[in-house]
Antibody, heavy 121, light 112 residues
Framework: QITLKESGPTLVKPTQTLTLTCTFS??????????VGWIRQPPGKALEWLAL???????RYRPYLKSRLTITKDSSKNQVVLTMTNMDPVDTATYYC?????????????WGQGTLVTVSS | DIVMTQSPDSLAVSLGERATINCKSS????????????LAWYQQKPGQPPKLLIY???TRESGVPDRFSGSGSGTDFTLTISSLQAEDVAVYYC????????FGQGTKLQIK
């Protein structure tokens, strides 16, 4: 069974860097076809995909956020880390990590519960 | 980015009646190589993460009730709930994965 869980700070100040960790089980991110993505959702608003890392370390970013985002993986720890620089109050959102299925759906089939990050001084 | 536009923004349907949600993409999401549409539907209930319902535009995810169905191709897609149940009250999102990932703005489904 695939599970994912996000962890990180609940409150960050403007201009600070956010670091979120996704710890997962039930699959290996080094197995061909696998991937882990990050998606966020501001309170009361729609979902927004941010970044994705593939089993072969290929990475994709949302274009307008690319300069602020970095996604990395540690296969030995079953973790994927997202960093977002220069945080702003508009970045206040619930941040989700999700498993990207390479062989069935081609999209995000398992999600973590999410972690709410508030950006405020 | 491919822009996904859903209609309506909100919908109220009586229990047991049909609910239909539409989704339009700004460009085709049909892969010519496999003739599949890279379009998914998600259901999100308050305080919960999204749940994958439909992928490749019309394939139900394992465990999803068969009252949920997806249809469409190219740029126009539909999610249909054939007989609305109380537990179907949620926000529904379409998502394209033809070129990275983008979601629609969501459709809030309520009971009339």
């Amino acid at each position: 069974q695939i599970t994912l869980k996000e962890s990180g700070p609940t409150l960050v100040k403007p201009t600070q860097t956010l670091t979120l960790t996704c710890t997962f089980s039930g699959f290996s991110v080094s197995t061909s076809g696998e991937g882990v993505g990050w998606i966020r959702q501001p309170p009361g608003k729609a979902l927004e995909w941010l970044a994705l890392i593939f089993w072969n370390d290929d990475k994709r970013y949302r274009p307008y956020l690319k300069s602020r985002l970095t996604i990395t993986k540690d296969s030995s720890k079953n973790q994927v880390v997202l960093t977002m620089t220069n945080m702003d109050p508009v970045d206040t959102a619930t941040y989700y990590c999700a498993h990207r299925s390479g062989y069935t759906s081609g999209t995000f089939d398992y999600w973590g519960q999410g972690t709410l990050v508030t950006v405020s001084s | 980015d491919i822009v996904m536009t859903q209609s309506p923004d909100s919908l109220a349907v009586s229990l047991g009646e049909r609910a239909t949600i539409n989704c339009k993409s700004s460009q085709s999401v049909l892969y010519s190589s496999n003739n599949k549409n890279s379009l998914a539907w998600y259901q999100q209930k308050p305080g919960q993460p999204p749940k994958l319902l439909i992928y490749w535009a019309s394939t139900r995810e394992s465990g999803v009730p068969d009252r949920f169905s997806g249809s469409g191709s190219g740029t126009d897609f539909t999610l249909t709930i054939s007989s609305l149940q109380a537990e179907d009250v949620a926000v529904y999102y379409c998502q394209q994965y033809y070129s990275t990932y983008t979601f629609g703005q969501g459709t809030k489904l309520q009971i009339k």
